[in-house]
């Protein structure tokens, strides 16, 4: 993990020409609502954030906050779905806690590491690459394996800068706008169990 995605290490936001406004989604939704599922986007987009944040905050430490590997999520608009070994009622306490420092301006949170938009950004950078490298470097067997080997390792370091202004920009958002519902343990679309936390969309 690198300092640029660690919550506990400044504030991504800092400098930033973009800063989260409490009402932007509620505005959007205002003048916008016509558009069909345009509702459903900005609460995935906050309900992501919200399920990067929850997590952040269960793998909080005496030490500061550290990424938990045996902790995962997965994001609906009706809220998520929130994997491994965790207590039902620290769990509903991490929301809330997440929610709480959302609020006071702990936009970090929104980003992590280990999200499936990193590993998106990976692949779609080294497909790009490796076909690049393809048509532009002679089709001799030893140019195209040095090709494909410059393009993974190219997008291997630029990946995960760029996962995060993706995730920054397009997958999460501050969710402003989310109140907990209920929490229950349950069994995800392939089976897997796991506990849904179930949010709501309130006006800010």
Not at 44 to 58: K, N
Request: with cysteine; hydrophobic share 40%.
């Amino acid at each position: 993990m690198t300092n640029s995605v660690n919550p506990a290490t400044g504030n991504l936001w800092d400098l930033d020409w973009y800063r989260p406004q409490h009402q932007q989604d509620s505005d959007t939704l205002e003048q916008l609502g016509f558009i069909p599922g345009l509702k459903e986007i900005l609460m995935l987009r906050q309900v992501h954030g919200l399920e990067h944040g929850t997590v952040w905050v269960l793998s909080e430490t005496r030490h500061g906050l550290q990424d938990n590997e045996n902790l995962g999520g997965l994001s609906t608009p009706n809220g998520f779905y929130l994997y491994g070994e965790v207590n039902h009622l620290d769990l509903q306490k991490a929301v809330t806690k997440a929610l709480q420092r959302f609020r006071a301006g702990v936009w970090n949170l929104a980003v992590h590491p280990r999200c499936g938009t990193n590993m998106s950004v990976n692949m779609l950078l080294t497909t790009s690459f490796a076909l690049g490298t393809h048509f532009l470097l002679p089709k001799g067997p030893i140019e195209q394996a040095l090709g494909l080997l410059l393009a993974t390792s190219t997008a291997s370091q630029l990946s995960p800068d760029l996962g995060i202004l993706a995730q920054k920009y397009l997958t999460t958002a501050i969710p402003f706008n989310l109140e907990l519902g209920q929490i229950a343990r349950t069994r995800d679309f392939s089976g897997h169990p796991a506990y849904f936390v179930e949010l709501a969309w309130r006006d800010s």
